[in-house]
């Protein structure tokens, strides 16, 4: 297993190294320019070519890309154009606010979906399947940034529950977990309700049942274990796209996290920044992809990584 | 696994969990005690750096942190006066060219050390070292030997010179005659050169490192989150009502109307939600908490002189009698300010009260079109950038009002990168903007848009020689009276004869105060970021 994780960490560096030199080069090719940004409405030329010299803007861009990687594989994610602040200090302090906020859609997505496309599998086709089914659509169906607004309107100003904005205590978590996990659930419903099906019919099933033993082992632990096994993928990704960040939920419940911080990047085309969350994100997805294998393996014996 | 340990650890992951989520409590929570005087206001967009030299909007915090030589105090809405700030007298020099200031004594910056005239000198000459990688710089670059300095080619500004401890003298390279007015921008803040070299790269970035001599202390900064300022007991024109502002970092104007509501935030600024003004003048509870305050600036549309047809004057002019301001005016804004007729706003020194105005005539404008070799009009574009819903209802209004002379408006949306990298290489469509005042002076604003260097990097692409050289030379002009003509003249010709934009109108800046909000008033500029030193909270 050992061998198998650090050969998938090997493979892992030339996917970063090629997603840094399409982002490097995108960057450079779309319009727009840092210094300019920054600047905005009080543009004057001489300052805008004099600053963009001093910051090496308009050094040859194969230049800039080596002084980068230079920098990167001294652990060195460069200081943000716009924020003048270490990029590595931004993207951690963002990362534990989107980490909290994370798990707690995903306990929501999880706490509703899991035991929702459980309970749709064993009452299939009854009046609580379709209610779930219904129930799990209605939230991946709803718009985020309507939602989000929904429940802010409702909790927040009307019933006066819930902070409308801001990160400033567990209470602020509590309406973006429910907007996002909601969202989540859905899919995670509905694959467990399948894979919980197919595998509910299969002869060993029927072989536990004629044992004697009791429902309640034959579905959650023998049944479930080997229907989670596609719906392990799909978390696995989950939680990677949750960490990447949420950034409408983020933009509308005003929560510093990750989310927020790439998209202002983009926005002000601030390469070393944008660089470093790209780079944060593609490790998440690699880590994640990584952990959806090993569990695999352990939910499976047939499964052997060597 | 036996069960009890699956459930032992459960139960600690979930205790991990819960640690994490008090512990995610930023340093600002709702104060504890109840006579602490709080002010919260939200801010679509995180500063990003508290330093004025790296940043230009961005003045929420060094318009309460710091202070200048000079203030513009807004003396009622729409005035201001330039009133002493850390320098308490200035002479001039006959020439114009020798500027002396006498600081304060006793004025302390947030770190105990007396402020001196080489804090001064450190701070400008700061702003103009290449090191820097200041924007800020056109504040400061008429000061004798600062293009060298910016150029890399001198290590030390010449025209900045310590008399003593408390008297710094200024040489401009020629006469600037709102110099006094530019030092009383943002841009013009006064560092502690002490505190700032220690700093180095957090200063303006952490709240501990960034220090001035302000009314308030920045005390804490939560990126993207909120921003908190603690009053300073010692400033020198005494210590502030308040004892706290916090800025809240919300970016949906949904969400800061929803907070103002619920009385989360004390200040709505309606400049991020036009459509609810109505809603807020029509409402028993707030209509008596709207602060109006006149903007002493411009709404326009530009008119790119690259792009065919606008390089033919009579086709500008008829673009500029196809467009009815009032009903813009009206219908979109509530009525809320005044149409432009020039380029100088009302409040503005060198406004001009007696400016003819550019009729609404859509027969004018059609026979314009005409005789230009257009009678069937032409296709064009407006540009805009993406998610600005305001903007957009203007362009649609503006676009049907243009198909009234045959004009086929084309409105192009793109990201705010491309927007302005577009306008930078001078090829970028009409499109609407606004300008509001630095300074009290008409140089920030004729200079600003049609100077030659300005002129194309705003893609107006506008050429006239003698208007150009003229904006150049009054400048230099000593004479206020001489000044102010020159700049009607030129104003004159910029707008009537040369037809090189479309004012629109002068906008007034609404905001909602909750009641516990007293002495809240618009800053004389009607900027968005103001200083809260006379604002007072009563429960």
Redesign the interface.
């Known amino acids: 297993m050992g061998k198998y994780i650090f050969k998938r960490i090997l493979i892992s560096i030339p996917i970063i190294i090629g997603i840094t030199i399409i982002t490097f080069y995108l960057l450079n090719v779309v319009p727009g320019d840092p210094v300019v940004l920054m600047m905005k409405e009080h543009i004057s030329p001489d300052v805008l070519e004099r600053v963009k010299n001093e910051m090496h803007l308009n050094d040859p861009v194969y230049i800039r890309y080596f002084k980068f990687m230079g920098d990167l594989l001294h652990g060195n994610l460069g200081r943000s154009y716009k924020l003048n602040r270490n990029v590595t200090d931004l993207l951690l302090e963002a990362f534990p606010n989107t980490v909290v906020l994370s798990i707690a859609a995903i306990i929501i997505a999880w706490g509703i979906g899991i035991p929702a496309g459980i309970i749709s599998a064993i009452k299939q086709y009854s009046f609580i399947d379709n209610f779930f089914m219904g129930f799990t659509l209605l939230g991946v169906s709803m718009p985020i940034f309507w939602s989000a607004l929904i429940m802010q309107y409702i909790f927040g100003l009307k019933l006066n529950l819930l902070p409308i904005s801001g990160f400033s205590g567990p209470q602020y978590v509590i309406l973006p977990a429910i907007v996002l996990g909601w969202s989540s659930a859905a899919s995670i419903a509905r694959l467990t309700r399948s894979s919980l099906l197919e595998v509910i019919r299969t002869d060993y099933i029927r072989t536990a049942r004629a044992k004697g033993l009791k429902e309640r082992q034959v579905v959650f632990y023998h049944a479930l274990k080997n229907a989670m096994l596609p719906v392990v993928t799909v978390m696995a990704i989950q939680v990677a796209g949750l960490l990447s960040g949420a950034v409408i939920t983020e933009s509308v419940f005003g929560i510093p996290g990750i989310g927020r911080v790439c998209v202002n990047a983009i926005q002000n085309r601030d390469m070393p920044l944008l660089q470093g969350s790209v780079i944060f994100t593609v490790g998440l997805v690699i880590i994640g992809n990584l952990v959806a294998d090993i569990a695999y393996s352990y939910l499976d014996p047939r499964i052997r990584y060597d | 696994m036996p069960v009890r340990k699956k459930w032992l650890i459960s139960f600690v992951i979930l205790l991990l969990?819960?640690s994490?989520?008090?512990g995610?409590?930023?340093s600002?929570?709702?104060p504890a005690q109840q006579k602490e005087k709080v002010i919260t206001i939200a801010k679509t967009?995180?500063p990003?750096?508290a330093?004025v030299q790296?940043?230009?909007?961005e003045y929420f915090i060094p318009l309460n942190i710091y202070d200048r030589l000079v203030e513009a105090v807004t003396i009622e809405p729409g005035k201001s006066e330039l009133q002493p700030g850390l320098a308490e007298k200035w002479d001039v020099s006959e020439d114009g060219l020798v500027y002396t200031f006498h600081l304060r004594k006793g004025v302390k910056f947030h770190n105990g050390e007396e402020l001196k005239a080489d804090d001064v000198l450190y701070t400008f000459d700061r702003m103009l070292d290449?090191?820097t990688?200041?924007?800020?710089?056109?504040f400061l670059?008429m000061i004798d030997g600062a293009q060298e300095r910016?150029d890399g080619t001198a290590d030390s500004t010449r025209g900045l010179k310590v008399i003593d401890d408390y008297t710094i003298q200024i040489t401009l390279a020629q006469p600037f005659a709102p110099f006094i007015a530019c030092l009383s921008t943002p841009a013009g803040s006064i560092y502690n050169r002490k505190a700032t070299e220690a700093a180095g790269?957090d200063f303006?970035?952490k709240a501990e490192a960034t220090v001035g001599t302000g009314p308030f202390v920045l005390s804490s900064w939560?990126?993207?989150?909120?921003i908190v300022l603690a009053a300073n007991p010692n400033y020198f024109k005494g210590k502030a009502d308040l004892d706290k502002i916090i800025a809240?970092?919300?970016?949906?104007a949904?969400?800061q109307r929803?907070?103002f509501?619920?009385g989360?935030i004390d200040v709505f600024d309606c400049d991020n939600a036009r459509s609810q003004i109505p809603y807020f003048k029509n409402s028993e509870k707030w209509k008596n908490q709207i602060v109006s305050g006149p903007r002493v600036g411009i709404y326009y549309y530009n008119i790119n002189q690259a792009i065919e047809p606008f390089d033919d004057v009579k086709v500008r002019k008829a673009m500029q009698r196809a467009i009815n301001k009032q009903l813009l005016l009206d219908t979109l804004y509530n009525g809320t300010g005044t149409v432009a007729k020039g380029i100088l706003p009302p409040g503005l020194i060198g406004y001009n009260p007696n400016l003819p105005g550019i009729p609404y005539d859509i027969e004018a404008a059609k026979s314009l079109l005409t005789e230009a070799g257009y009678p069937n009009g032409f296709q064009m574009q407006i540009s805009q950038t993406v998610d600005s819903p305001n903007t957009l209802k203007l362009n649609e209004a503006v676009q049907a009002m243009l198909n009234d002379i045959s004009v086929k408006a084309e409105i192009v949306q793109?990201?705010?990168?491309?927007w302005?990298?577009?306008?930078?290489e001078g090829k970028l469509p009409m499109y609407t903007?606004d300008?509001s005042a630095d300074f009290n002076d008409p140089d920030n604003f004729m200079y600003t848009f049609f100077s030659k260097?300005?002129s194309?990097?705003?893609s107006f692409n506008y050429n006239n020689e003698y208007v150009q050289e003229g904006l150049e030379k009054a400048r230099a002009i000593t004479d206020q009276n001489e000044r102010i003509a020159l700049y009607n003249e030129l104003e004159k010709i910029i707008v009537y004869d040369d037809a090189a934009w479309i004012p629109l109108f002068h906008l007034d800046h609404l905001f909602v105060v909750q009641p516990r909000v007293k002495n809240f008033k618009v800053s004389w500029n009607g900027w968005s970021d103001m200083p809260y030193y006379e604002v007072k909270v009563e429960e």
């Open positions: 969990i819960l994490q989520l008090t995610c409590s930023s600002s929570a709702p967009s995180d990003g750096t330093d790296l940043t230009t909007e290449p090191k990688k200041a924007l800020n710089t056109d670059n910016m790269q303006g970035v939560s990126y993207n989150d909120q809240k970092i919300v970016p949906d949904e969400t929803m907070m509501e619920k989360e793109m990201d705010e990168a491309a302005f990298g577009t306008r930078r903007s300008w260097q300005n194309k990097v705003r």
